[in-house]
């Protein structure tokens, strides 16, 4: 295509010219994005109908898994169609969206877990302050400046790369993602972008070294509970956002610090789908496993339905 204007539409990668393999591919990520749904959905609900659980904590949790449900919404259900419809193409519309949206709930997810590790080191390093600065209107102020924060970012992001001009419609990824989609770019203006992206890591990795250096605080202020029992309990409401932040950032630090090649590899779609589908769909599980308090509530939840269920049967 000569200009970003002339063709409306981009050619995505296909994991496979095979129609079985194709199938499977659909079916694989249709499980897959089932249980990230659901699971996300199932903690919104427990936490929202538990009062018990209307703390700070819990409700950065939802506003972390309605991130986690938009991210994998933006990515995988086009690329099951793919699949299923054997056509790989992608409007150019279609596109910014996807970029535009990606990039929203993905810096917003990271805002959240910044926001958690706050607040993880007031309740345990501050104890007697906690219910003073984490009160309810700072909890709500600080998620929507990371949400009005995000969508600007988004906005620059996505207007500096599609500002470029593109000499190729063939994205070689499975969905439309910055640095290939820089790589189709035949302009000098893609060094704007270029430099957009190295400034945003410089400040991803400034957030990381503020969490490293947030938890190197926390976990020092527990090896001094002399409670073995209270040790447990301060680790148990840490490790989980730990867990979920390293494998948000190891699988995006791979994938966008690093230069892509021209050409996609077996390796970079495997990282994309690690760093796009895993962490949405694993969050639900690392929080209910480590958890009492939410596996108590999901229990609730479910007890509650099978009750509505038996009460029903006898009714009718």
Not at 12 to 30: D, K, N, P, T, Y
Not at 105 to 114: P, R
Not at 175 to 193: A, I, T
Not at 271 to 285: K, S
Request: glycine fraction near 4%.
């Amino acid at each position: 295509m000569i200009n970003q204007t002339s063709t409306p539409s981009f050619l995505l990668m296909g994991f496979s010219e095979i129609r079985e393999l194709q199938i499977l591919h659909f079916f694989v990520f249709l499980a897959l994005y089932l249980t990230a749904i659901i699971g996300n959905l199932l903690i919104i609900i427990a936490i929202a109908l538990n009062h018990q659980l209307h703390t700070p904590m819990y409700f950065f949790l939802i506003n972390l898994a309605m991130m986690d449900i938009g991210i994998i919404s933006v990515i995988v259900p086009k690329s099951m169609a793919i699949s299923l419809l054997n056509s790989r193409w992608i409007s150019y519309f279609g596109c910014v969206a996807q970029v535009f949206l990606y990039i929203l709930f993905g810096t917003s997810d990271f805002a959240i877990l910044m926001i958690m590790a706050h607040d993880r080191y007031v309740a345990i390093c501050n104890p007697l302050q906690y219910e003073s600065v984490m009160h309810k209107g700072a909890c709500i102020q600080m998620v929507v400046i990371g949400w009005m924060t995000s969508l600007l970012y988004s906005t620059l992001h996505t207007c500096d790369t599609f500002a470029n001009t593109f000499c190729s419609n063939v994205v070689n990824q499975f969905f439309c993602e910055v640095p290939r989609l820089l790589k189709l770019s035949c302009s000098d203006f893609y060094l704007v972008e270029v430099g957009f992206l190295v400034i945003s890591s410089s400040i991803g990795l400034g957030c990381f070294i503020f969490i490293i250096i947030t938890y190197m605080q926390i976990f020092s202020t527990v090896l001094r509970i002399p409670s073995v029992h209270g040790q447990k309990k301060a680790l148990s409401t840490c490790l989980p956002h730990l867990t979920v932040f390293s494998v948000f950032m190891c699988t995006g630090f791979f994938a966008y610090v690093r230069p892509p090649a021209d050409a996609s590899s077996d390796l970079d779609v495997a990282f994309a789908v690690i760093y796009t589908i895993i962490p949405p769909t694993l969050n639900p599980f690392i929080y209910s496993m480590r958890n009492k308090e939410i596996k108590t509530a999901l229990w609730k939840l479910f007890d509650h339905g099978h009750s509505s269920k038996s009460f029903s049967r006898v009714v009718f």
